[in-house]
């Protein structure tokens, strides 16, 4: 703090100290105003000017600032550009204020604490992570939405925290001041992270802040009771709400365990290279924009989180497909029924503002019109025989009483802005009725006191009126002088008439001069009372929100398979996956007009069809034939209805993808290096029901290490000694057909052409039978490549396949034809057997290695290899 500042600025100076890591917004008079390098910052981000003022002493400090009532237009621009925004606002009345105002810090606004509507997306969860690491390199996270009221909580290492930040995409991260730098090493350093000291994170601490939050004397009602790690870090999250002056928050109402064993298991990785929610390209469809015909921003949400949480529980998948069935074959109750979900519109973020007593009255009144639409859903799903949506009927609650009070106290069309009055409806307060007929009904009021006097005392020319001196007057003439009451106070004398006043005009005075400030307070607090009043309703709305939102996701999905030719699958607990004549459920939809997508059928299981070695030329659809056995698979088990003809999935518990090609420079990783930590992720996690997608393992490094090394995965799981896992292995290797010939689950398919006239038609169906064709220069020359570039590379092409190259099939074809080849992939790298083997590399010819044996060689494959 600098000498001889002026008093504002040490009153500034004292609040920026207090959050030093936000920008803060200083309310004067009638602006917001910031300083020093916030209002460098600010006048960057917003586009405002940037001045200077005085701070005394001849000093000068920057300045920038903006109308206070235009803050939710900035406010937005300052979170989404990821700062933390103070509100400091005044707390006083300026005019009342003896000296400098009296102000405070009324908000702390952050990426992932907010419920400002311009901030928030609405078919998106704002979610505050929380992490906390354990010496054991387990963890524990949790993941709140202050602005739906959304609070869960898991645990895992560290792999399955960074699977469930890709889900949640949190925009926020509290942790310990000492797991920072762990933190960003883990997980990057693009979210905004704050950092609390280590008491936050401990037991102790985390059990008495959600005890007391959630008033209970244990967590065994959340079924959470044992995860130490999850319990600690949602106890730091709830901390940073406090912290962020967010104290009203009675809409969190339970902690929810996210049960890993329910779910999907879809690695960051596979969310990526999918496509699920994001798009590697900006411009991209992805296949919630297929999927989201949702009519409520809630039921967008939720379609994200079953997205990305798809189930392995055959009942309840099957719940879904047969809600998804009545809504196609019933359209009349479908329609009814997306009728109200519109009307219902986000009713979950609206509950949430009345929790904490931030609803504006219009807001309070879309409460209203969505509980009565509430009610007429119940009605509709009565109507049908669906088991399930019976069960949903039973489990909304009209709320039949508060929406009777909702509409009672407040008026039919309430603005946004309470300041502007008209909210409170005739007859709710006596008091309040009176006064608006007085402020708005003064003539009249008058008038009627003018007869009544006038009558009553028989002075015919009796005249009321008002001046600043003395206020409202009765005028008498002096002819009627002897008429007056004794009652009346003489207040003035004029040459031809005396002016007076009495009780019902003073009483009526000090009413109306004071009438629209009186009304405002008045409609404050019953608006008031009505909030309080509500947040006993608080669980059983959001009961009906998520309950709500899950019909509306179901809607959506049977809109999209009505529109998109979708078919119900058949869910069963064998190890087969068989679809007929599926279709990628994005790519479908992005083809040139009049362009019909080639569909094609995809069988795996673990005994006689595991792995698929799918060869094929480059923008034939191999990869495409890969993401949407995938796709399908997904869209089955969340709930949705496929894009095939017929689709029976045996229950799939993870789904793995390596695709495309990518690096991390930031981190000293190539693209290899990236490809080959996909690729030991995968291997060291599968299980029986696995699928695995692999697209073109190996081509990072040379020819033979991308063999080998293709030639050994593939191998690995075809023999590994518990999981049959099923893969799809699409690869530029054509050498790779040769395993077909000795791993009796390993068969070959391709992606066909047709050569015409010295050109190539891409067919994309997938034909039985390997191929040993690329089309690589083909497809150079389609894309323009200089003409004597492509005619030398083909002679070159032609002269290495006539090369020592050309060996490498033979080779190949051989060391997978001996009698007894060693099998490497399950020993452990020190193991007696493998530096025996090691040794004798050494003194053998590379011709005759096998691939396992040629794989020993490479240390970048030892990650793989267990």
Same mark, same amino acid.
């Given at each position: 703090?600098? @000498? ?33 390098? $916030? ?5 960057? !981000?917003?586009?405002?000017?940037? +001045? ?36 400091? $606002? ?29 901030? %928030?997306?609405?078919? &998106? ?41 890709? =889900? ?33 994170? +401990? ?50 109402? &339970? ?20 496509? %699920? ?27 994200? @989180? ?6 392995? $529980?055959?009942?309840? !998948? ?31 973020? %609206? ?36 088991? =399930? ?69 028989? !002075? ?226 599968? =299980? ?88 690589? !220069? ?89």
């Amino acid at each position: 703090m600098e @000498k001889n500042e002026t008093p504002l600025m040490k009153q500034y100076n004292m609040f920026k100290a207090k959050y030093p890591d936000a920008l803060l917004l200083f309310r004067v008079g009638d602006f917001y105003e910031t300083f020093g390098k $916030d209002a460098v910052r600010a006048s960057k !981000i917003l586009g405002i000017v940037l +001045t200077r003022r005085s701070n005394g002493a001849a000093s000068e400090v920057e300045l920038a600032g903006f109308p206070y009532h235009a803050l939710d237009t900035y406010l937005p621009k300052l979170v989404r550009a990821g700062h933390k925004v103070a509100i400091c $606002d005044q707390l006083e009345d300026p005019k009342l204020a003896k000296t400098i105002v009296k102000r405070g810090v009324t908000e702390l606004v952050t990426p992932g604490v907010s419920y400002n509507d311009q901030i %928030l997306e609405t078919r &998106k969860n704002n979610f505050l992570a929380s992490v906390h690491f354990s010496a054991q390199n387990l963890g524990g996270v949790a993941f709140l939405d202050i602005s739906t009221g959304e609070f869960y909580v898991a645990q895992g290492d560290i792999a399955y925290i960074d699977k469930l930040f890709q =889900s949640f995409s949190p925009s926020e991260v509290v942790l310990e001041k000492n797991k920072l730098q762990q933190f960003k090493s883990e997980f990057g350093d693009k979210i905004l992270c704050t950092t609390f000291e280590d008491w936050v994170f +401990t037991p102790e601490f985390s059990s008495d802040i959600l005890l007391k939050h959630f008033q209970t004397t244990s967590f065994k009602g959340f079924g959470i009771e044992n995860m130490k790690e999850g319990l600690i870090a949602a106890g730091a999250a709830m901390h940073y709400l406090f912290e962020t002056q967010h104290h009203h928050v009675s809409h969190i109402t &339970k902690l929810s365990r996210i049960e890993e064993e329910n779910y999907v298991w879809l690695d960051k990785f596979t969310i990526r290279n999918l496509e %699920l929610i994001d798009s590697l390209n900006e411009s991209a469809v992805t296949l919630f924009d297929i999927m989201d015909k949702s009519i409520s921003p809630m039921g967008s949400r939720m379609l994200r @989180k079953w997205l990305l949480l798809p189930l392995k $529980d055959k009942n309840l !998948i099957e719940e879904r497909h047969d809600i998804v069935s009545s809504f196609i074959d019933n359209q009349a109750l479908t329609q009814s029924l997306s009728e109200q979900i519109k009307i219902i519109g986000d009713l979950e973020r %609206l509950i949430s503002k009345v929790a904490v007593l931030r609803a504006n009255p219009r807001e309070l009144m879309q409460v209203k019109k969505a509980l009565y639409a509430v009610s007429e859903i119940k009605k509709i799903l009565s109507q049908s025989e669906n088991q =399930s949506l019976r069960k949903i009927k039973s489990q909304l609650n009209d709320a039949e009483h508060i929406r009777g009070r909702i509409k009672k106290v407040l008026v039919q069309d309430p603005p946004a802005n309470f300041q502007k009055g008209g909210v409170i409806a005739k007859g709710v307060d006596n008091e309040l009725d009176e006064l608006r007929q007085i402020a708005f009904s003064g003539k009249d009021y008058l008038t009627s006191i003018e007869n009544n006097e006038a009558l009553r005392t028989g !002075i015919s020319s009796l005249k009321i009126g008002f001046n600043a001196v003395f206020g409202y007057y009765l005028e008498v003439t002096n002819v009627h002088k002897h008429k007056v009451p004794k009652n009346w106070i003489r207040k003035q004398t004029l040459t031809n008439a005396e002016r007076y006043i009495t009780e019902e005009l003073k009483e009526y005075e000090a009413k109306i001069l004071g009438a629209e400030e009186k009304i405002l307070a008045i409609e404050q607090r019953i608006f008031n009372e009505l909030l309080t009043s509500m947040l006993e309703w608080i669980q059983p709305i959001q009961l009906n929100a998520q309950l709500v939102a899950k019909l509306d996701v179901l809607y959506s999905f049977s809109v999209t398979a009505t529109a998109y030719n979708y078919i119900r699958p058949q869910i069963n607990t064998s190890y087969a996956i068989d679809i007929q004549n599926g279709r990628h459920p994005v790519i479908e939809h992005r083809l040139p007009a009049g362009e019909k997508y080639i569909a094609n059928s995809m069988y795996l299981d673990n005994e006689k069809q595991q792995i698929l070695m799918i060869t094929g030329p480059n923008m034939s659809g191999k990869s495409a034939l890969l993401r949407q056995t995938a796709l399908i698979v997904l869209l089955a088990q969340m709930g949705s209805f496929v894009p095939a003809e017929a689709a029976s999935i045996g229950l799939v518990d993870k789904i793995f993808t390596r695709v495309g090609a990518s690096d991390n420079i930031s981190s000293g990783e190539s693209t290899f290096m990236v490809e080959m930590n996909e690729t030991a992720s995968i291997l060291n996690n599968i =299980s029986s029901r696995s699928l695995i997608l692999l697209d073109e393992i190996g081509r990072g490094t040379s020819t033979y290490d991308g063999v080998s090394i293709a030639w050994a995965i593939a191998e690995f799981l075809h023999e590994h000694p518990q999981y049959k896992a099923k893969v799809l292995f699409a690869t530029h290797y054509h050498e790779l057909n040769q395993m077909a010939e000795t791993f009796k689950r390993i068969k070959n398919f391709h992606v066909s052409v047709k050569e015409i006239n010295n050109k190539v038609l891409f067919l994309r169906k997938l034909v039985q039978g390997g191929t040993e064709h690329s089309f690589g !220069i083909h497809v150079a020359r389609m894309a323009g490549m200089p003409q004597e570039v492509v005619k030398r590379a083909d002679e070159i092409l032609q002269k290495l396949e006539k090369s020592e190259h050309g060996n490498l099939n033979r080779n190949l074809v051989s060391s997978a034809k001996k009698e007894n080849p060693v099998q490497l992939s399950f020993v452990t790298l020190d193991d007696p057997l493998l530096l025996q083997i090691k040794e004798d590399i050494l003194n053998t010819d590379i011709n005759t290695l096998t691939p396992v044996e040629a794989l020993m060689k490479l240390n970048e494959i030892k990650g793989l290899i267990k």
